[in-house]
């Protein structure tokens, strides 16, 4: 009896060796996948205090050790408003015993800058207390994109809206007033150069929004051809009101043969110009210049408006941004990035120069027709 005993307690001992041997392997596991995860990690209790976080997180924050984290609760690196989410993940997971919860949320970093994050949380018991392991993704980028894309589709259905109301309104009038046999008025006339001019805008909200999905998809084709400015012009001003089309002016060489998809060309300076008009209400002229350099056509859209901040230079040619003078200022903020697109499609080059009080100069080059692929233009 004594021997069987001593055989089990052997038995016994040898199982706990293992258990302890397997149990010390995978905390090790755990802890080597824990601290090499390029994720943010870190464990909580129930009061939400940080008991342990990996480098990433700690980078993630902007700090350089886990002192700056551990021993303190998440929610101090929470803005105010934001530290709610918190005590919703809190209670979730301790108060309902729900073992699975994420959110989306933001934090603040060392610097003070916002963060928006994904956070998932499932509980695991340890030495008989229930803790948290979190994992915190860095989402900002899709948050703001989310954010700017929803903003778009506000600005874009009012813009598509506006003309819209206008062409009903319009139509609503000239039904009242046309009958058989009823005598054009100038009236009429003015209602119905309102309506084409409302319908052009419509046109053209649409294209821009198409002409941005098929940049998008790769599908921007080029017809392009030979044709002369003094057309464009002339084509680009028939849908101007007769006050903006008499301050159009045309300079330089009117026979100099322009190279490239005549209807995307029209498409870039039917933008440049409807933004001079509508920036620099004021210019009493806008000047349309062409110039022939080496192996290059220089088209030139000048103003004589309140000119361009610095600061908004550089954004100008972005997707959705919108130069907002003012709370009523209209368009969807794509003309001039599906510009630049058009114009570096062609191989040429878009820019922009501006002294606040003097106006702005948006010029682009095309390459001449056969001048060899690809140019590049270096502005003097």
Not at 135 to 153: G, P
Not at 229 to 249: F, G
Request: proline residues 3%.
């Amino acid at each position: 009896m004594e021997k069987e005993n001593n055989e089990l307690k052997t038995a016994v001992r040898l199982e706990r060796k293992a258990n302890n041997a397997a149990f010390m392997e995978s905390r090790t596991i755990f802890k080597t996948i824990f601290e090499s995860s390029r994720l943010g990690n870190k464990i909580i209790n129930r009061d939400l205090t940080i008991i342990e976080a990996n480098m990433a997180l700690i980078t993630l924050l902007g700090f350089s050790s886990k002192r700056d984290l551990v021993g303190k609760k998440i929610t101090d690196y929470a803005p105010d408003h934001r530290r709610s989410d918190w005590v919703i993940l809190q209670d979730k997971l301790w108060q309902n015993t729900t073992p699975f919860f994420s959110l989306e949320t933001c934090l603040v970093k060392a610097d003070g800058t916002i963060i928006w994050c994904h956070v998932t949380s499932i509980l695991f018991i340890d030495n008989g207390e229930t803790l948290g392991y979190t994992i915190i993704e860095d989402v900002t980028e899709q948050y703001n994109l989310r954010t700017q894309k929803e903003e778009f589709i506000g600005v874009a259905s009012h813009e598509l809206k506006t003309p819209m109301t206008s062409l009903k309104a319009i139509s609503q009038i000239l039904s009242r007033q046309l009958t058989v046999g009823t005598q054009v008025s100038e009236q009429l006339f003015k209602l119905l150069g309102d309506s084409e001019r409302q319908v052009t805008r419509l046109v053209r909200l649409v294209d821009d929004l198409l002409s941005t999905t098929k940049l998008e998809q790769g599908q921007l084709s080029l017809n392009k051809s030979v044709f002369f400015m003094p057309d464009l012009i002339n084509t680009i001003s028939s849908h101007l009101q007769s006050e903006d089309k008499d301050r159009l002016q045309l300079r330089g060489d009117q026979n100099i043969e322009i190279f490239g998809d005549e209807h995307k060309i029209e498409q870039v300076l039917v933008n440049l110009i409807n933004n001079a008009i509508k920036y620099a209400p004021l210019s009493k002229r806008i000047i349309i210049q062409v110039e022939q350099l080496e192996g290059f056509v220089k088209i030139s859209v000048i103003d004589l408006g309140p000119g361009i901040p610095e600061e908004s230079l550089s954004k100008l040619f972005d997707r959705y941004y919108r130069l907002e003078q003012n709370r009523f200022t209209a368009g969807l903020g794509l003309g001039l990035y599906i510009s630049s697109e058009i114009i570096k499609r062609h191989g040429g080059e878009i820019k922009v120069e501006s002294t606040p009080g003097k106006g702005s100069n948006f010029s682009f080059t095309l390459p001449n027709r056969n001048a060899s692929f690809p140019l590049v233009y270096n502005p003097v």
